[in-house]
């Protein structure tokens, strides 16, 4: 299994989550099922625009000070 960790600040639910999308994503990629694959795809990028967004919060948050 492949656990997909890019950022440590993400929350163990999130990187779970991910992961669990992922090895969704390459089973449905072996099995030739598109449209499955594709909506994994698109699951695992909101996942990881999410974090990016909270990433950039935070980043602000703590210039602001």
Known sequence: RAYLIF???MDNTSSERLAEIADRFNTHCD?????EAQASFDNMQGI?????FEAQNSVQETSKG
């Not at 099995?31 to 449209?35: E, I, L, P």
């Not at 990881?48 to 990016?52: E, G, N, R, S, W």
Request: zero cysteines.
């Open 7 to 9: 950022n440590q600040n």
């Open 31 to 35: 099995a030739g099922n598109t449209q």
């Open 48 to 52: 990881i625009q999410q974090q990016i």
